[in-house]
């Protein structure tokens, strides 16, 4: 009973303090059960952009090899600060694809002969080289270029593998691309029935 009684007969700060720990000692179990139950209800969504039905034809793999070189150098008043230079070398192995992205146009001229009209050859794509996509071959810098801004070598590979890069493959097996075609259809026909014929037309 005495140590009840000494027990409330503390003084006003000592209560005060008892208090305040009882207040942030809450304060901390709550916050902790609500960080716990958020991380328990993280939620995700996703959705369908678009969906897009294609007629795309592969002819002709080109198994490429590019090497890709940029550099930079420090410049004042479009003036170049010698020895600043820095250099990047890469080299990207990929596929490019050609072939065409609009249907076949397909009419029969008789009972065993047909007439197919191939659109414009494009570059469907390409797929980098699962072994080795690329290689920072060489990248170095000239004994001032501490503060030069370094290569990205990111956009190098971008620019690289652009579509635009691959049009001159277009033109280059343009011959090959077309021997492709006329196998592949013959193929087909001929698998349906071994006496069809078939007179390719290239747009």
């Not at 070398?89 to 001229?109: C, F, H, R, S, T």
């Amino acid at each position: 009973m005495k140590a009840i009684k000494k027990f409330f007969s503390l003084k006003i700060y000592v209560w005060l303090l008892i208090l305040s720990v009882g207040i942030i000692g809450g304060i901390f179990v709550w916050g902790y059960n609500s960080h716990q139950v958020k991380q328990n209800n993280i939620q995700t969504s996703e959705s369908v952009k678009y969906l897009e039905e294609v007629n795309e034809v592969v002819f002709l793999n080109v198994g490429i090899g590019k090497i890709m070189q940029d550099s930079n150098v420090m410049d004042v008043f479009d003036h170049d600060i010698p020895f600043t230079k820095k250099e990047a070398l890469i080299v990207i192995n990929y596929n490019a694809k050609l072939g065409i992205k609009e249907p076949v146009k397909i009419i029969q001229k008789g009972e065993h002969s047909f007439k197919i009209s191939i659109p414009k050859f494009k570059v469907i794509g390409i797929e980098l080289d699962k072994k080795d996509p690329y290689t920072p071959y060489n990248i170095k810098g000239e004994i001032l270029s501490y503060s030069t801004k370094n290569i990205d070598t990111g956009k190098l590979v971008t620019k690289g593998l652009s579509n635009k890069e691959q049009k001159k493959y277009l033109k280059k097996y343009d011959k090959n691309i077309r021997d492709s075609a006329q196998n592949y259809y013959n193929t087909v026909f001929k698998g349906i029935n071994k006496n069809n014929k078939i007179n390719i037309i290239f747009e």
